[in-house]
């Protein structure tokens, strides 16, 4: 077909959508062309039954791998519009993509797909300096480009009131041994092409943290190493909690998480309260706001750090047998 994408195009894209984040850097995705579309397909041989069991995490990170391709297809002046969720019968395909008209890409794409390779999860503690309200604003603006929104929880005590939300979600989470063995198992200490490398994994949580952290088994804090005292905490939702809202509200994150780097902000994600059914309920009647909380992130001006590994494109992408 030669109004479709090509092999190239698709593996091009696929090179950036493998940076996007996943739960314990699973990198649940798969890419293929078919019919001269690129279709996001949840690969299901990376799910995390434990952390992960109705999938909600895998088609988040989807969603997040899917505003890389959209981007990098936009970038090469050769936009795509979208459908998610294209067939009812193969609920594993997140997303189709097909050419649009041609275009130059705006300043605006360039700028986010530069951040692409420089995001990454910054977990450490960030310098106390507040986010200023230009960029509060734009984190704001980009949920809103996507279809979601965003609330910034403001103040001491808005934060620690989620702080215990968090806090109860991270211990009920704690309980489960299947759990704990789950994230255990995609620690890494040697080099490898996923899971969480131990030294990416941030400070070990002390009992004065107002945020709980996952425990990726990183090193103990120096005395007086703490978390920055008010740290900006952001809230993602989406209007509903389809399948579909949830590849919405990958791209959101993504959008937002590129946002942040490009305005020279770092973030980490926090999903415990997510994950923990009455702790988002519980988040969602504090916030007020209709519809679903989606994700937590936590944002400010980070240390230097580096981005995590990713497999390589080929294990990813399939393409079509030729005859
Ligand atoms: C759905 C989802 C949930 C996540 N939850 C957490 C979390 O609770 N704690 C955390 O430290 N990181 C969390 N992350 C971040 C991933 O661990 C991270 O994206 C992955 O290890 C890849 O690293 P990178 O973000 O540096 O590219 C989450 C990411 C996604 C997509």
Do not use: K
């Amino acid at each position: 077909m030669d109004t479709g994408f090509t092999v190239e195009q698709m593996r091009a894209a696929a090179t950036d959508a493998v940076r996007a984040p996943s739960l314990h850097n699973v990198q649940p995705w798969r890419f293929r062309l078919r019919d001269g579309g690129i279709e996001v397909l949840v690969d299901q041989t990376r799910h995390l039954p434990a952390t992960d069991p109705s999938g909600w995490g895998a088609r988040i990170a989807c969603g997040a791998a899917l505003f890389n391709l959209r981007l990098a297809l936009a970038v090469a002046g050769t936009p795509a519009t979208v459908r998610l969720r294209p067939y009812p019968a193969e609920p594993d395909v997140v997303a189709r993509l097909l050419p649009d008209v041609p275009r130059r890409p705006t300043p605006a794409e360039q700028a986010l797909h530069a951040a692409i390779p420089r995001r990454f999860s910054n977990r450490a503690p960030f310098w106390p300096d507040p986010v200023p309200a230009d960029a509060r604003w734009r984190l704001g603006e980009a949920a809103r480009a996507e279809q979601c929104w965003l609330e910034l929880l403001i103040g001491v005590s808005a934060v620690a009131a989620f702080g215990e939300i968090a806090h109860s979600a991270h211990r009920v989470l704690e309980r489960d041994p299947a759990y704990r063995a789950e994230r255990d198992a995609w620690v890494r200490a040697e080099q490898s092409a996923d899971g969480i490398p131990a030294a990416s994994g941030g400070p070990q949580t002390e009992p004065q943290d107002v945020l709980p952290s996952r425990g990726f088994g990183g090193r103990n804090r120096a005395p007086g190493r703490d978390f920055e005292p008010e740290p900006l905490v952001a809230v993602l939702g989406s209007p509903g909690n389809t399948a579909v809202d949830q590849v919405v509200a990958g791209q959101a994150l993504q959008r937002i998480l590129l946002t942040a780097t490009d305005l020279g902000l770092s973030a980490s994600m926090l999903s415990q309260p997510i994950e923990v059914p009455s702790a988002r309920d519980q988040l969602r009647l504090s916030l007020g706001r209709f519809g679903t909380p989606q994700m937590v992130m936590r944002i400010g001006y980070g240390q230097p750090g580096w981005p995590t590994p990713r497999r390589a494109v080929d294990e990813v992408v399939d393409v079509p047998v030729q005859a």
